[in-house]
């Protein structure tokens, strides 16, 4: 496939978010500063590229929206810092995470064609078949060896479900990246499991790019990796068979069966890492309640609404690289203002985040409709895949203050938006089509 300018750097931010952790902890910690300042640098170049292009008009109702979203940010940032809230370091930081890479995402989705997003879609895949092999090597490894070193600290710092048994992380520098990661792949994974094959090398890399997910999410020890790829497998199977003609039923119903199959003669496999997982499940149930964390994911820590104020803390402020600007060390796992991302939202806004929760809810509610429809339409379940993973990584991730979930949403809304632009992709490509 050739690939337009767009594409090209699209796909270099990607692999930059995936690799990045990989040379901090294996290589040199020393590396993220520049490495994070490179894929800025790139995630800019696509914008202005996009911008120069014509393809950011604002008679766009995306673009047009976001462009006023942002002057308010800039504005309602500008007062914070003259209401002592804030300081123009932390502003710029916050502009970054509020701001960059959702137009990052615009640009990418409006500049793309359709060829680049074919690509992307198997270069998550080929990423997906890269990563489970690592991550089982990590699962069996013992904490203390050099694959699962951490950026910082020792053997006790290794994050483990069960004692000797890691959390794996994959190239990422933390846990979470993983299944952020994994929640990313899956409407990839499902969308070519799903996509018209013609040959037997097609349908063998499906069944592969399947057995990576599986294999991936049974060794992660995440509840989170765990919890979302059981659910988009779930949306899958459901999918598959409500969005299939009626001719086509047995077939999905078929699909449905095998990849069932599949999934239980890996679990087979791999019991003793269910086993651990499930450890781990009762571990943190003793902790926390389930239900309660759940709560506090979707809607903030209770005692965050005792601190709200109009203004905010200042945009920026509760990140982890804000954290390193102002104190000179990694936030350790200490959150300045809180851990789930409504609670960041809101304290670092004011009332300005509360109305950008609002906003996320009611675009999320507007894509997952539209992508509903095209799937209808379509009878593919992918569209819809694509945007139940937008509604779950836009709600739950910690975009606003960790470096890498806040450049794989960018990836994951870039990547829902062009759902609409192609709404009848073929993934595999006809040999007409590509004459």
């Known amino acids: 496939m050739t690939l337009s300018r767009s594409g090209m750097l699209f796909l270099s931010v990607f692999m930059l978010i995936v690799i990045e952790g990989a040379l901090r902890k294996w290589v040199s910690n020393s590396l993220s500063l520049p490495l994070i300042l490179l894929r800025d640098l790139l995630a800019l ?36 810092i003259v209401g002592g809230q804030s300081s123009p370091v932390i502003l710029i930081i916050g502009l970054r995470f509020w701001l960059l890479y959702t137009w990052f995402a615009v640009a990418a989705a409006y500049s793309m064609n359709e ?45 483990q ?43 063998l890399f499906a069944i592969a790019l399947l057995v990576a997910f599986f294999v991936g ?10 919890v979302s790829s059981g659910a988009m497998f779930g949306a899958y199977l459901l999918g598959r068979l409500m969005f299939s003609k009626m001719r086509d039923k047995p077939v999905a119903f078929a699909a449905v069966v095998v990849a069932l199959v599949l999934l239980a003669v890996f679990a087979f496999f791999f019991q003793d890492a269910i086993l651990a997982t499930q450890t781990r499940f009762e571990q943190a149930s003793e902790a926390e309640d ?5 709560v506090v994911i979707f809607f903030g820590e209770p005692g965050v609404y005792d601190q709200l104020d109009f203004l905010g803390h200042g945009f920026g402020y509760g990140s982890n690289l804000a954290n390193f600007v102002r104190t000179g060390a990694t936030a350790d796992g200490v959150f300045a203002l809180a851990e ?13 985040g509360m109305v950008y929760i609002l906003f996320k809810f009611v675009a999320i509610a507007l894509g997952l409709w539209k992508a509903f429809r095209i799937s209808t339409r379509t009878n593919s ?12 990584a836009w709600i739950t991730w910690t975009s606003v203050g960790q470096l890498t979930a806040n450049g794989l949403l960018g990836v994951v809304l870039a990547l829902g938006l062009l759902v609409f632009r192609y709404p009848r992709l073929e993934i595999f490509q006809s040999r007409a089509a590509k004459t």
Request: glycine letters at 10%; proline letters at 4%; hydrophobic letters at 55%.
């Open 340 to 352: 789930a991302e409504p609670g960041r939202i809101m304290l670092e806004g004011g009332m300005l």
């Open 161 to 203: 479900v069960v004692a000797g048994v890691v959390r794996t992380t994959g190239t990422f520098s933390f846990t979470s990246g993983f299944a952020f990661f994994m929640t990313l792949a899956a409407p990839m994974v499902f969308g070519v499991l799903s996509a018209r094959k013609r040959n037997l090398k097609q349908y």
């Open 290 to 294: 389930f239900w309660g964390r759940v």
């Open 217 to 226: 999410a049974l060794v992660s020890g995440s509840r989170t990796a765990v």
């Open 115 to 159: 060829a680049d997003y074919r690509f992307a879609i198997f270069t998550i895949g080929w990423t997906m078949l890269l990563m489970a092999p690592l991550a089982v090597v990590q699962h069996f490894a013992p904490p203390g060896t050099f694959i699962n070193a951490q950026t910082e600290g020792d053997e006790e710092g290794v994050f």
């Open 381 to 392: 379940p992918f569209p819809a895949l694509v945007w139940l993973t937008v509604a779950l």
């Open 45 to 80: 170049w696509l914008v202005f590229h996009a911008w120069r292009n014509g393809c950011l008009r604002l008679r766009n109702k995306v673009v047009a929206a976001l462009f006023f979203w942002s002057l308010l940010v800039m504005a309602w940032g500008l007062v914070q």
